[in-house]
């Protein structure tokens, strides 16, 4: 089945098929089917083996992707895993949910004319060929160096920074509030992006690795971050940003105004089988209901598509820039848009209307106006305008900061910016405390799978560097 590469020229860009609108509404299931072994090697044949691979430099871990799109359009298919697995510890997930248009497949530089190559698709292809096959292996390191480190968060961050250091030799301890591992991956994300199947066969394999997972442990609650350092040669942090930011506006404390995270979280644990309480009652079920979404990033997007496949009577999103200004990815615009979500551009809320309970939400028509500083359009609002949607369930995604960690750990000396994310030292990837590393969106902000995935990885060499100069230290004393 081996192919030639350079076929762009021959052979169309074909993307996964995706699923009928009509029958995705209805599941949480993922929406694009796998590519089959012979379209993957056609699809990856398409890749001209750029010599300076712009696809890789846009990648935040810098994949070998003309490697394994070549070794893919050969069939040679357990090199390729090994290629694709070499940076990334996850691949079929960033395969799945990267935003690939802004990131590898976006600097695809096939020759003007001619659509990018399918990276993302070609990627998920090589891995789950590779658990069909059982190439995936636990994480196992050669040799045992009898040292731990402890990780605070079991999310993308924390667990990649978890595979290397294992790989190391290290006894690696990880402590999470919540029951299951993930994070954002298996709370945040609804299914249909990234079925939760997924995220639990890696949590298997890193318990097959030897990796302590602590599930239901709330550092700074049931356990201080100075005991963690007290155990361990060095600690991580990376327990994300999850402080959901609010607005005040008139009738904003009515009952039926709920936090985005909290809506998918409980979509999220209904799906794997929990009982919900605040779901069983209504509060957090959107079915029947017209629902109103506030925001226009990835979180909104995936709060309109949650409440379509609730069975919502009706669902729209506000958002008060254009189209064109959204943050949210454009692909998840689109199958929001197939799926029957209204989306009201130009529009900010102004108040919600209600008793006790919401029933609609007045909203202030708005217009672009100059570019301000940052080069991006202010919003203004365009005087008598406002109109009325009714809602009976209105969902806030309007973006996390981080919570205030110094505070929450007891630990003031635990420098944070005046974003509140916590302060590293950007090579060495260490907070203000000595020993003490962070990685992911505690550190950036709200960001990607990928970058917590490559924050996780540097930090873990740093706390393999700090470890070892640590080891040194007192033998090159002696040795004077
Ligand atoms: P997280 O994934 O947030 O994990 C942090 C972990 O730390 C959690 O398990 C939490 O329980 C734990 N924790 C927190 N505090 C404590 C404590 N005190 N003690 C113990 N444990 C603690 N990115 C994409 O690339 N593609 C997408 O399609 C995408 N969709 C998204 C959809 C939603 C709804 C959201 C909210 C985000 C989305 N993102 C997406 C962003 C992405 O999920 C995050 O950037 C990424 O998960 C950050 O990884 P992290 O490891 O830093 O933190
Ligand atoms: Fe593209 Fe993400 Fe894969 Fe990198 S990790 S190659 S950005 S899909
Ligand atoms: Fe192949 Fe596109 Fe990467 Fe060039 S930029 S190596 S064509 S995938």
Redesign the pocket.
Known sequence: MAERMLQFVRVAQRTPDKRAATARRTDFNEIYAPFDPKQAATQASRCSQCGVPFCSVHCPLSNNIPDWLKLTAEGRMEEAYEVASATNTFPEI?GR???QDRLCEGNCVIEKGFESVTIGAVERHIVETAFANDWVKPPAPRSENGMSVGI????????AAAEWLRRKGYDVHV????DR??????????GF??EKQVVLRRWKLFEDAGIHFHMN?????DIGLAELRARHSAVLI?????KARDMSAPGSGLAGIVP??DY?TASNRIGLGDSVPAYTDGTLDASGKDVVVIGGG??AM??VRTAVRQGAASVSCLYRRDKANMPG?MR?VANAEEEGVRFIWLSAPEAFLGDEHVTAVRAAKMRLGLADASGRQSVEEVPGASFTVKADLVIKALG?DP?DLPR??NEPELAVSRWGTLSIDRRSFMTALPGVFA????VRG???????IR??RDAAAAMHRYITNQQAAPLAAAAE
């Not at 402590?175 to 919540?178: G, H, K, L, P």
């Not at 591992?181 to 609804?190: E, M, N, Q, S």
Request: with cysteine; aromatic share 10%.
């Open positions: 960033c949910i990267c935003p605070v968060g079991a999310g993308p961050g924390g667990l402590y999470d509030r919540y591992v993930g994070g954002l991956l298996i709370y945040g994300i609804p992006k990234l442990v709330a550092v700074g609650r990376a327990t994300g940003v999850y985005a995270l998918l990835d979180t995936d709060c990815s998840e996390f919570e929450a750990f990685a992911g969106d505690i709200a960001s990607l799978v990928v970058w917590a924050d996780g």
